[in-house]
């Protein structure tokens, strides 16, 4: 065990498996020589040499086709996306390409490869350097999306995803990279140096996909969240004194539904919270999911928790940022209702 | 006083439509033989003429002349012949074969079959090609099972696809053919990565990637040449410039450029124009880019000039938008004929053994095609299993679904 960043643990992930499998390679805008904005491939370079880990041109479309292409040869490319909102020209070749390869060819070629990107929002990054668009991947057959809460998860999450034989979307909470976020904008920082789950396994050490973690037990309501706002609801729970039962989801698709269903069934109560904006956000799937499951257990309507939907805000981030009181608020609707 | 009138906007038309006489007078072609054939090493920068010239090998006369010229045997001509006459007769039953009703969609390659065919020769085994929906001809020359391709048109019980794909959109990893999508472009940058991949694991195979004009103006052709420039993957980037994307001429695409092949210059990639109706200047453009790639040298692009005579597919007529006599008008002719020509005149081949193969070839597609349709057509006969719609999303089935499958009750 060690006690690791998030930053580092994502840094470890790719360090371990390039070790063990000469196949990883990792590549992206400023992640080679410079080691990534956020550092998360700093030093790899170094360790690797370039033709393992090396500077991309700006071009998200280039970056993800030449990966398509490189998982198809039999090399298992873990590429990085400066930040999430940068994605959208590599839309195409990740939802009709990278997607679909294993379907349409029956099997004959395959797209093993990680796509990292730093996601949502609390570091005043505006509407292009904010947003969460996981639903954007969930909607699409064939990707698999994940969202790590903390260094622990972020490790063994990317690992196993670096280790599955299909594309897998890797969405990193940038306002968790350095610290435990609970909303609290206004208190001075938490750093993992703090938090139990920054202690994490040292070598190799993966989490299955599709595998939710409760991360506060309780009888009251069930919530249902991922990546930053796992602390919020935490917050949340510990202010109003409602005895919530949170879950952390870790992987929106393959979706752990037995374990929100057992806990809706047990709690009769459902708040979903996720920073990523309302309509057809994945709280809507999470909602028709629970309903679809658990009406009979149903005390009241499921809730939902999310950005509004508007752009990213820059000056009014917390105002956007779906924080504690505003989580809290929805616990004791629910609990009213 | 305004210094300035109003800005007008530029729209390109081509030279003629329908109603019109056809004319190629801006398609200029040089003499058979005139272009220079470089060392495969040359700096890009001294051959940029290259990008606006057009490699021809076989003259009117029909003589192999110049310096790209003396590469392939008789028998290998002969062998070539054969595979672009069976790709035509391919696709003419499997025309009929969509009007019947038998599938839903097709698309021919009339005109092009130099193109893919001659091309597969320069290529060895474990090479990979990212084709577009009109290279069929890498099948065909590469001895893929015409049954099977058929049976993917068909999208029957015996489709390799298990009825996934749209007709012609085929996939051979043996055969060095990769999943073709109906995405345009997406392709081309793929290659480019695979080709990387190759040179990052010091493998020896290379990549081939290929694109139709109208697309060249997709971001993903941008990225591909980036990336192909950048790491000097071993990549071949193939331009088929057939005049036609389905009702736009090429002029949409090409804008102010005064080729395709010039796209590459910026880039810095050798970049060559070659007559894509002359199967001994296709080869011999294929496998001097073949060459650089294998000793890494790096990318080259090719622009291949020839002429869709055919529709776009079996949804549109080109009588709506191009004067029904401009393919007669195609100042390059028809690949096919130019090769028989050559070939006679070479003493390897006579209008006897040619109809001879003619009917042989016939013979064999129709063969092929009874055995194909004994395994079911579109909407007769065996078909693949409404089971195969839940497969193969991933490796591993995921619960949901694996409910989903379980509520479609297959």
């Known amino acids: 065990m060690a006690r690791m960043t998030m930053i580092e643990a994502i840094r470890d992930a790719m360090d ?110 505006g509407q292009t350097h904010s947003q969460s668009p996981e639903a954007l991947f969930t909607h699409v057959s ?41 909303g609290h904008h206004d208190r001075p920082v938490t750093p993992w140096s703090k938090h139990d789950l920054s202690e994490v396994p040292t070598g190799h050490f993966n989490l299955p996909l ?19 706002m796992v602390y919020v609801a935490q917050a949340a729970a510990a202010e109003t004194g409602i005895d919530a039962e949170i879950i952390d989801l870790r992987t929106l698709i393959p979706l ?4 929100i269903a057992a806990s809706v069934s047990k709690t009769g109560r459902c708040v979903v919270v996720h920073e990523a904006t309302l309509t057809s956000g994945f709280g809507a799937e999470l ?22 939907d508007t752009p990213y805000p820059h000056a009014q981030e917390w105002d956007y940022f779906p924080g504690p009181a505003r989580v809290g608020r929805a616990l004791v609707e629910t609990m009213e209702a | 006083m305004q210094d300035y009138g109003p800005l007008t906007l530029h729209v390109p038309e081509p030279a003629v439509r329908p109603g019109g006489t056809p004319d190629f007078s801006n398609v200029k072609i040089p003499k058979a033989g005139a272009v220079p054939r470089p060392d495969v090493d040359v700096e890009p920068e001294t051959i940029r003429d290259l990008a606006f010239s057009i490699i021809r090998v076989l003259n009117r006369a029909g003589e192999a002349v110049g310096p790209w010229a003396g590469l392939l045997s008789d ?14 007769t391919f696709d003419a039953r499997m025309l009929i074969a969509q009007r019947q009703g038998k599938t839903s969609f097709y698309m021919q390659h009339l005109g092009e079959e130099a193109i893919s065919c001659a091309f597969r020769k320069a290529l060895s085994p474990g090479d990979m090609n990212f084709p577009t929906y009109r290279q069929a001809g890498l099948l065909i020359a590469g001895g893929y099972s015409m049954v099977d391709m058929m ?110 092949a010039a796209r590459g210059l910026g880039f810095g990639i050798p970049s060559l124009r070659v007559d894509g109706n002359d199967y001994l200047a296709v080869y011999a453009v294929a496998k001097w880019a073949a060459e650089r790639a294998r000793r890494n040298l790096g990318p080259t692009l090719v622009e291949y000039v020839t002429y869709r005579v055919g529709a776009h597919s079996t949804s549109d007529d080109p009588s709506a938008y191009r004067p029904k006599t401009e393919s007669d008008a195609w100042p390059l002719g028809d690949p096919i004929m130019r090769l028989k020509n050559h070939l006679i005149l070479r003493g390897a081949w006579s209008e006897e053994r040619h109809k001879q193969a003619e009917a042989e070839i016939l013979d064999t597609v129709i063969a092929a095609q009874k055995e194909a349709e004994s395994y079911g057509t579109l909407h007769a006969g065996a078909k693949p299993s409404a089971r195969e719609i839940f497969d193969g999303v991933y490796a591993e089935m995921p619960p949901h679904l694996r409910r989903q499958r379980q509520q479609a009750g297959v």
Not at chain 1, 256 to 259: G, K, S, V
Request: overall charge neutral; glycine content about 10%; aromatic content about 10%.
């Open chain 2, 151 to 260: 049976c993917q048109v068909y999208s029957n019980s015996r489709d390799p696809l298990k009825g996934r794909q749209l007709p012609v959109m085929y996939s051979s990893k043996e055969h060095g053919f990769f999943t073709i999508s109906g995405n345009l472009a997406t392709q081309y940058v793929q290659a480019v990565g695979w080709a990387m991949a190759s040179a990052i694991r010091n493998d020896t195979k290379i990549a081939a990637a290929w694109i139709g004009d109208g697309s060249t103006a997709e971001s993903d052709f941008h990225a591909a040449l980036v990336f192909a420039s950048t790491y000097k993957a071993p990549v071949i980037l193939n331009i088929v410039n057939n005049q036609w994307a389905i009702s736009t001429f090429q002029g949409i695409a090409r804008g102010g450029a005064g080729t395709f």
């Open chain 2, 75 to 88: 028998e290998e001509l002969i062998e070539g012949m054969r595979n672009m006459m069976t790709l035509r």
């Open chain 1, 142 to 182: 064939g990707l698999k999306t994940v969202v790590p809460s903390n260094p622990r998860d972020a490790k063994g999450l990317l690992i196993a995803a670096i280790e599955d034989p299909d594309p897998v979307i890797f969405l990193e909470p940038k306002r968790l990279y350095n610290g435990p976020f609970d």
């Open chain 1, 256 to 259: 752990d539904l037995e374990t």
């Open chain 1, 287 to 308: 909602a028709a999911l629970v309903q679809e499951n658990c009406f009979f257990h149903l005390e009241a309507p499921v809730a939902r928790v999310t950005g509004w």
């Open chain 1, 210 to 228: 599709g595998k939710a973690s409760i991360v506060r037990e309780g009888a009251a309501v069930t919530v249902l969240a991922y990546g930053t």
């Open chain 1, 16 to 125: 371990v498996m390039m070790a063990r499998d000469e196949r990883v390679v990792v590549f992206g805008e400023d992640v080679g020589y410079f080691g990534g904005v956020f550092r998360c491939t700093a030093g790899l370079q170094q360790k690797y040499g370039k033709t393992r880990c090396f500077d991309a041109p700006i071009s998200e479309a280039g970056i993800v086709g030449t990966a398509i292409g490189m998982a198809s040869y039999g090399l298992l490319p873990c590429i990085e996306i400066q930040f999430a909102d940068y994605m959208y020209p590599a839309y195409d070749q990740i939802v009709s390409e990278a997607a679909r390869l294993r379907y349409r060819s029956n099997g004959e070629f395959t797209c093993p490869m990680v796509i990292r990107m730093p996601t949502g929002g609390g570091i005043f990054g």
